[in-house]
């Protein structure tokens, strides 16, 4: 059984009635209205949990701020009004950013529509398109359901078009990843589309940028999940074998990993998406060939003061190890002494 939903306007209702008819101070009336539909197993984690601002004096509502905000963007993409997008732009995406209720609010009420507009606006102007594509990223970051094939090929033509600006390759990358999390039709769709060389490809071209390497392999590492409850068997393995396959996605990840040496959110990264793509003995075997196994027994030696490092690349070493002659390689290499010392190290990291 899922937890209970309620919508925002009835969490509004029990904080107004609490102000009105229990005289509680604005926050007092929240806190209690969260304990209240809590203690009966509702998830808020959707709603905005403020003080909706009062009734004007003709009785009408009033709106979230995130709300207003979005009727102040709306009105200057129908208005197509250039001088003040970018500010309304940069707002919506701020408020988004700040916590999924907000966004959820948002979507629910035409959010998505509206910075679609926004990007078909944008098109000519490259800063103005560069928010906009942040804006979406943002709003659909815990929403993957709002993106449809136009915004998707939108996203696509950006990556491909650009792909030599970094600052707009990471902002589509951003939107390929959000719009794939927990939604598998959403992956299968980017994937037939061609997303996947557009991803190694970013690996590549910007393979200076910390950000874009790390943005692009989680991107990559998404493509391989099977986090979507919709859906009973998903294309997860066959995602895995393309990006090996067709678009030699081991090698772009290990020479990626070499170049960013002391960099550990990036190296996190790299080591994790390496482990979601040993799903077969060969691709095992082509690490190991590709320098990949002494890499990462390197770097567990010289990164042991990095939990998130070391809990990586141990996470990569047992994906391998699944093959048994690179058990004999992970032995013969020294790798094992180098696991006993990081348990000994991290012992109270239970996930090391």
Not at 222 to 238: E, K, L, N, S, Y
Request: aromatic share 4%; with cysteine; glycine share 6%.
């Amino acid at each position: 059984m899922g937890s209970k939903q309620i919508a925002q306007e009835t969490f509004d209702d029990a904080v107004q009635e609490n102000i009105t008819e229990f005289e509680m101070d604005p926050e007092e009336a929240v806190r209690e209205a969260v304990q209240q539909f809590e203690s009966q197993g509702v998830d808020l984690s959707n709603i905005v949990k403020a003080v909706r601002p009062p009734a004007s004096e003709n009785g009408q509502r009033q709106k979230h701020q995130i709300l207003l905000t979005l009727d102040s963007l709306s009105r200057a993409v129908a208005e197509a009004d250039m001088a003040e997008l970018p500010e309304h732009l940069s707002t919506f995406a701020a408020q988004c950013k700040e916590q999924l209720a907000f966004r959820y609010l948002a979507g629910q009420n035409g959010a998505y529509p509206v910075v679609f507009s926004a990007l078909q606006l944008a098109a000519g102007d490259r800063d103005l398109l560069l928010q906009a594509f942040s804006t979406l990223s943002a709003l659909l970051d815990g929403q993957p359901d709002l993106l449809e094939a136009a915004g998707r090929e939108l996203v696509l033509q950006s990556l491909r078009e650009r792909r030599e600006d970094a600052e707009m390759t990471l902002a589509g990358l951003r939107c390929v990843r959000h719009a794939c999390l927990k939604h598998e039709q959403n992956r299968q769709d980017f994937v037939k589309a061609g997303v996947l060389p557009l991803l190694t490809g970013a690996i590549i071209q910007h393979g200076d940028s910390a950000e874009v390497v790390k943005t692009a392999a989680s991107a990559l590492r998404v493509m391989t999940f099977d986090d979507d409850i919709r859906v009973p068997f998903g294309h997860a393995h066959d995602h895995a074998k393309m990006i090996v396959l067709e678009n030699d996605g081991l090698r772009v990840l290990i020479e990626a990993a070499k170049a960013f040496r002391e960099d550990s959110g990036v190296l996190s990264e790299l080591c994790a998406t390496l482990s979601r793509l040993s799903v077969r003995n060969e691709f095992c075997q082509e690490i190991v060939d590709l320098g990949g196994l002494n890499f990462m027994v390197t770097l567990l030696a010289d990164c042991m003061e990095h939990p998130d490092v070391v809990r990586q690349v141990l996470s990569a070493i047992r994906a391998v190890a699944g093959n048994d002659d690179v058990k004999d390689a992970i032995v013969d290499a020294g790798a094992t002494d180098l696991i006993v010392l990081a348990m000994g190290r991290h012992l109270g990291n239970p996930q090391v």
